[in-house]
T-cell receptor, first 110, second 113 residues
Framework: RKEVEQDPGPFNVPEGATVAFNCTYS??????FFWYRQDCRKEPKLLMS???SGNEDGRFTAQLNRASQYISLLIRDSKLSDSATYLC???????????FGGGTRLMVKP | DTGVSQNPRHKITKRGQNVTFRCDPI?????LYWYRQTLGQGPEFLTY????????KSRLLSDRFSAERPKGSFSTLEIQRTEQGDSAMYLC???????????FGEGSRLTVL
């Protein structure tokens, strides 16, 4: 089993739609969690951290369920510019290694 | 530009040749990471440095791979006797300690013919 698993997609959604991605992780001792965004042929960039209480940044909401070991990302009112690959990332309990999932590809269409 | 810099950006080599990539991290970042990414996959951890010390090394990193960060600033990743399976994007990232935010360079794309 991979340490961090994501549905690769692609998720094809119309502009304005709400879309959600889930990610599961295997190490229950993992310390912190993040969503990164990677545009085609570009490097990954931090989108947002995921806090135990859940957190929101504009149209993006991230949630963590430690008991079930999954993380989610919700995007409301999708824009064409949201088209990208979203990478779920887990920081190990030693706080020194970030493990990336395989990514979920989102395509927002007019 | 004060971001993470990698070079060369592209390298095409024949099987069996050695290649070396260089990464210049953000200057105040003490952690430096190397990842490898192939098409349709997420970045896979290879190794990381805290200052000049190499603290973790993935099992993916065979003995043909070696990384250094001699003065705790720039780093090099060398691949000896390249194989076609080494073809990938090699990403370098840096960070401050105790943070999950990695700042990636644009990567060095390796093609082994």
């Amino acid at each position: 089993r991979k340490e961090v698993e994501q549905d690769p997609g692609p998720f094809n959604v119309p502009e304005g739609a709400t879309v959600a991605f889930n990610c599961t992780y295997s190490n229950s001792a993992s310390q912190s969690f993040f969503w990164y965004r990677q545009d085609c042929r570009k490097e990954p960039k931090l989108l947002m951290s995921v806090y135990s209480s859940g957190n929101e940044d504009g149209r993006f909401t991230a949630q963590l369920n430690r008991a079930s070991q999954y993380i989610s990302l919700l995007i409301r009112d999708s824009k064409l510019s949201d088209s990208a690959t979203y990478l779920c990332v887990v920081l190990n309990n030693a706080g020194n290694m970030l493990t990336f999932g395989g990514g979920t590809r989102l395509m927002v269409k007019p | 530009d004060t971001g993470v810099s990698q070079n060369p950006r592209h390298k095409i080599t024949k099987r069996g040749q050695n290649v070396t990539f260089r990464c210049d991290p953000i200057s105040e970042h003490n952690r430096l990471y190397w990842y490898r990414q192939t098409l349709g996959q997420g970045p896979e951890f290879l190794t990381y440095f805290q200052n000049e010390a190499q603290l973790e090394k993935s099992r993916l990193l065979s003995d043909r791979f070696s990384a250094e960060r001699p003065k705790g600033s720039f780093s090099t990743l060398e691949i000896q006797r390249t194989e076609q399976g080494d073809s990938a994007m090699y990403l370098c990232a840096s960070s401050l300690q105790h943070t999950g935010e990695l700042f990636f360079g644009e990567g060095s794309r390796l093609t082994v013919l």
